[in-house]
């Protein structure tokens, strides 16, 4: 069957709800078929032009088909490189792995490991939870409520997320949840400074406590912002006190970087915040410069495992490399961490005055150019930990009424009440006030369509 590629969005919607599985998820959404795309800027089928902050669920760090990316990957069609090695080197490999360890904190640089995994964050976070159960003998994972770490037997069993395992049996055993630093929706009831302060008192005890019915961890995981959780930062002295008590107990700490990394929260890495050294870090999305590429870096100390103890065909993805290498120079040569961080603070502030007359926005947060709006329904009483109930139904309307204006977000979080706004981190002062005037927008029409109902 040949597609006319002049065909309309609905054309083209409807081809692919016939063909394609019953799991697809952004389309349900996001109803629109692609054109083309460049910069922050995507354009419709039908000729309708986007701001995407959406940006491949934050793979897009330099936006669509940025010039050194798309000048990367000529170059290694020019130059007649392989394209497909499995695990066997090239130079664009280990310019890669040059570039990546150049911006590592230089005690993990100076005795790092990596591990290329398949194509996806999901992939490379098996590989983690396999190295350290090989490293240190021991099968138990400390997770934590709202994490996202992937969709696969594994992942899916140390991610928050109960709707997809619902159906599926036999995931992996020994995932223990911990109270995460939710502030808005404290899970102690009590909100504010005492949420981090004691999320970390219960952790340390309970790692402690020989009645606590949980085995000696293999490893501690958690995103230093929670993405698909709502896009929730953890407050800086949690971060270092995970790490305190990982350390102190001998206990290896993976920080998932794959929606946080390169440069999506203000540094280059999220931990950098905190000032901490991880013993693993797993990297996706952003990595490979908007091609598939998934690795693990690891403290040298762990590389205890054997040859082929973790394989998968697509490891050698060299046109991945080369494009990260390439994204990875160009972040770093233009110090988009610290444009990310002024241009995430100025859609805050917008955000936040937007707040101020607006109710059913419950709270606005993240960190540089990952943000999450929370909608709540304030005419509801406040819960015992000082949160709204949810309204999961003004959040997709929310996203829906962007949509007719020109732009992309994605809902997520609890209940899917959170707007999360991913944009690319070439975005300029123009375009986050444009895009904060349209959310202003899109909320007055979702709220006036909520009445009318």
Sequence with gaps: MSIDTAATNDALLNT????????????????????????????????????????????????????????????????????HTLDITTPVKENFVSELYSNLPEPLASKAKIQFCGPTGGDAIEAALKLVKTATGHRSIITFHGGYHGSTHATMS???????????????????????????RCPF?????QTHQVSIQYIENMLDDPESGILPPAAMIFEVVQGEGGSIPADIEWVKEMRRITKERGIPLIIDEIQTGIGRTGKFFAFEHADIVPDVIVLSKAI???LPLSVVVYDESLDQWEPGAHIGTFRGNQMAMAAGTATMKYIKDHNL????????????????Q?????????????????????????????????SHPA?????????????????????????????????????????????????????????LAGVSE
């Design 16 to 83: 692919q709800s016939n063909r394609e599985s019953n799991a697809r998820s952004y389309p349900r959404r996001i109803p629109i078929a692609i054109n083309k795309a460049e910069g922050i800027h995507i354009t419709d089928m039908n000729g309708k032009t986007y701001y995407d902050c959406l940006a491949g669920a934050g793979t897009l760090a330099l936006g669509h088909n940025h010039p050194v990316v798309i000048e990367a990957m000529k170059t290694v069609l020019d130059a007649q490189n392989p394209l």
């Design 158 to 184: 140390i991610s928050g997320t109960r709707g997809p395992k619902e159906k599926v049996n036999g995931l992996m055993p020994d995932a223990n949840f911990m109270p995460y630093p939710y502030k808005y």
């Design 189 to 193: 009831g009590l909100g504010g400074k």
């Design 288 to 290: 490979g410069g908007s």
């Design 337 to 352: 961490m610290r444009h990310a961080a002024e241009m995430g603070e100025r859609l805050m502030g917008s955000l936040l």
């Design 354 to 386: 937007l707040q101020d007359y607006t109710p059913e926005i419950g709270e606005v947060r993240g960190r540089g150019l990952m943000i999450g709006m929370e909608m709540v329904q304030p005419e509801f009483n406040r819960a015992k930990n000082g």
């Design 391 to 447: 309204n999961p139904n003004l959040a997709s309307k929310i996203q829906s009424e962007s949509l007719k204006r020109g732009l992309i977000v994605e809902v997520g979080g609890r209940h899917g009440c959170v707007i999360r706004i991913l944009p690319p981190l070439i975005i300029t002062k123009e375009q986050v006030d444009e895009v904060a005037s349209i959310l202003k927008n899109a909320i007055k029409e979702a709220k």
